[in-house]
């Protein structure tokens, strides 16, 4: 007899609820998810063999389809392989709802040896065209077992083009000499070289790739995952991608379980900047740690505007500057303690500790954050002192300061308690994290972990596990990662950050490069910037407006009062649009910005209907720019403003698609930000002779 078990859910798909339905049919042993965005249909057959059937998005009814057996797991063990061609039974299914508008279908396989079991988790979450899953293999046999490989990532799709275009985005590699967020295209054919990826701390590329057909059709990939993986690309002529973690040495004790790192596969119709928006709002529907404030991202000051030359005297007067500016969170950086991995404060800057400074910034209606690298000590800091075995074997090189490895259990622990004593004498709303590749190598044998199983230890049981502790045990704390610039820019560290830095300390050029490319898989959110300069005018303010927190790293008593004003103004500016930027699809609309270019970047908000859009002008010759933006409705009236100029006129939204909106750049070292909103019924005649 056939067993159709089905559950509905009420899900809101932007303005209206959708029902959700996950089935399952016992007959045929095959499950179906739909979320009224995407449609996927998994099987497991009369033989045992667990597939994916089909992947598809409903607005167009694309449907991507497997080349071959596609199981999502791909795992090989020290006993053997556990992948497509593994032959299951068939223990146990179900599905709920979970937290954040998602439901939840869980597969529970065992391997016909019965060796060991397999469950798989596949998620999707309300008007999110994704399907999320994670994979967790649990040891059977009576001895251990060692994970060698795992591939999260195991794709092979059908796709009938010639040629397919592949899309990603390069890190803040060693201090951006190597790499600053270059966004890549490359076309693929059929026996052409793989594109290959490096992604994780240290590596090459951000944990995300997108890809087109000739129809615009496509597909994007993230995986959350801190260590480094590899990641490859080919046509054969169907779409391959394949993954490995490095390094993986992986015990599984006898009913002990080895968790695949999650991921996600989405769908969208369009360019690279739909690609980036679907993925950033899945990734803020889903994945992100909440910022739980409305008003964030934040205006912010950083001390690092002094190195480590600061004292309670020093921070006091910028404080009360930054206050009367606008700034809403002061962050204490490197130097307020005693040394590097000896968490107190320096009595010979702060004689009474931190924690008067700590009061007083919140006395002006500031958060209060501290600088905390906490993977990295000094040699001479009573912890490495006492246990000098719990260094890691590379010398990271971290303002002389040495590595701790987080994979071995004393050390992790001893931070945590560090952190958590920290936290309660100093009293932060914040903490800013460092250091010098937060994946550590460790090979010791004298450690916890096993010596060849490095790079997923110090991942999962390492910062992941130390971050996550503290933040369970101090919620109200929010955290922004470093790591000595965006080089570790994963959806593992968007799961316990609010934020990112991108390019670090490095100017305004480097900073709206950073941006143009970090904006394609990360949230605005997760693109904070750091202002370096003393000097403020319009162009150095607006080039660190775009994104997430605005961090000012000034020596605010030395900036004169006229420029304390107009600091004040853009801040103003800022906190108006910081919503909307948030909340809003990325429009790339220029070239990468270089030196002697135009560059522009905007923001169109579909609930409002409208957009902002920067412009800048470096050291380029032409006098203006044309936007043109093809999100808008065609037919409709749309009320046009500039910043700078005051100009105010109407053009449709077919009028801005094509021949765009004339920009005014009247010098060198120049930004406009320009408005686009619905105009009001009664407006005037559209003037063309502003587009001209």
């Known amino acids: 007899m056939k067993f159709v078990f089905s559950f509905l859910v009420s899900f809101i798909l932007l303005a209206a609820p959708v029902a959700a339905q996950f089935q399952s049919e016992e007959e045929s042993r095959s499950w179906t998810l739909d979320n009224g965005v995407i449609r996927s249909v998994f099987a497991l057959s009369s033989d045992g063999e667990f597939r994916l059937v089909s992947l598809t998005r409903l607005a167009s009814g694309k449907t991507w389809r497997p080349s071959q057996a596609v199981s999502l797991f791909r795992i090989r063990t020290s006993r053997g392989s556990v992948d497509e061609n593994t032959r299951f039974d068939l223990i146990e299914h179900s599905h709920r709802a979970i937290a954040r508008q998602g439901m939840r279908q869980t597969i529970v396989l065992e391997d016909r040896d019965k060796a060991g079991r397999l469950s ?137 379980s080895f968790p695949v790192p999650a991921a996600f596969i989405g769908l969208f119709g369009g360019d690279w900047d739909e690609a980036g928006y679907r993925t950033q709002r899945f990734v803020e529907a889903a994945v992100a740690q909440p910022a739980r404030d409305p008003n964030f991202p934040y205006v912010m000051w950083d001390s690092w505007g002094y190195q480590q030359n600061i004292d309670d005297v020093i921070l006091r007067q910028n404080a009360e500057i930054a206050a009367r500016i606008g700034v809403e969170l002061f962050v204490v950086d490197l130097g307020w303690a005693r040394q590097i991995g000896d968490w107190r404060p320096d009595p010979r800057k702060f004689p009474n500790g931190l924690r008067p400074l700590s009061d007083y910034v919140h006395s002006l209606g500031m958060r209060f954050g501290i600088h905390f690298p906490f993977a990295e000590a000094a040699p001479t800091s009573p912890v490495i002192l006492a246990n000098r075995d719990w260094m890691s074997p590379v010398d990271y090189q971290y303002f002389n300061a040495r590595s701790l490895c987080l994979a071995h259990r004393p050390a992790r622990d001893w931070l945590i308690a560090e952190a958590i004593r920290m936290i309660d004498e100093i009293n932060p709303d914040w903490i800013l994290t460092d250091g010098e590749n937060m994946v550590k190598h460790c090979d010791k044998r004298t450690h916890t972990h096993d010596p060849a199983d490095s790079n997923y230890a110090n991942a999962v049981d390492g910062i992941n596990f130390v971050v996550s502790a503290i933040q369970q045990r101090r919620p109200n704390v929010r955290w922004e990662n470093c790591q000595n610039g965006g080089n570790m820019m994963t959806y593992s560290m968007v799961r316990r950050h609010v934020t990112s830095i991108t390019s670090d300390d490095s100017g305004d050029i480097t900073t709206r490069q950073a941006i143009f490319g970090a904006t394609y898989p990360f949230p605005p959110r997760y693109t904070d910037r750091y202002m370096p300069h003393n000097a403020f005018h319009q162009y150095n303010t607006r080039s660190y407006m775009f994104g997430g927190p605005w961090i000012f790293m000034n020596q605010l008593p030395f900036v004169k009062p006229e420029e304390l004003d107009l600091a004040a103004r853009e801040i103003a500016i800022y906190k108006r649009l910081r919503g909307r930027i948030r909340d809003s699809k990325v429009l790339h609309l220029s070239a990468r910005p270089s030196e002697l270019g135009i560059d522009a970047i905007g923001a169109w908000h579909p609930p409002s209907d409208t957009a902002v859009v920067f412009v800048y002008r470096a050291q380029a010759s032409p006098t203006s720019f044309r936007v043109r933006l093809r999100d808008l409705s065609p037919e409709k009236s749309y009320r046009i403003r500039f910043e700078n100029s005051h100009l105010t006129y109407d053009l449709t939204g077919s009028r801005i698609a094509t021949a765009g909106i004339q920009v005014p750049l009247t010098s060198m070292w120049y930004a406009e930000i320009l408005y686009v909103e619905p105009a009001t019924p009664n407006t005037d005649p559209e003037d063309h002779s502003q587009i001209e």
């Open 120 to 256: 798989l988790e596949l998620e999707m979450f309300a008007g999110q065209p994704v399907l999320r899953y994670r994979t967790v293999w649990q040891n059977r046999g009576p001895n251990p077992v060692w994970a060698q490989t795992a591939d999260p990532l195991p794709w092979s799709l059908e796709i009938p083009d010639e040629s397919v275009r592949v899309f990603r985005v390069n890190q803040w590699a060693n201090h951006g000499r190597d790499a600053n967020f270059e966004p890549t295209a490359t076309t693929l054919r059929a026996g052409s070289l793989p594109v290959n990826m490096v992604t994780g701390a240290y590596g090459r590329q951000c944990t995300w790739l997108a890809v087109r057909d000739s129809r615009d059709e496509g597909l994007f990939l993230g995986w959350e995952f801190d260590g480094r993986m590899d990641v490859s690309i080919f046509k054969s002529p169907a779409l391959q991608i394949s993954s490995s973690i490095r390094e993986l040495n992986r015990e599984i004790s006898p009913n002990g």
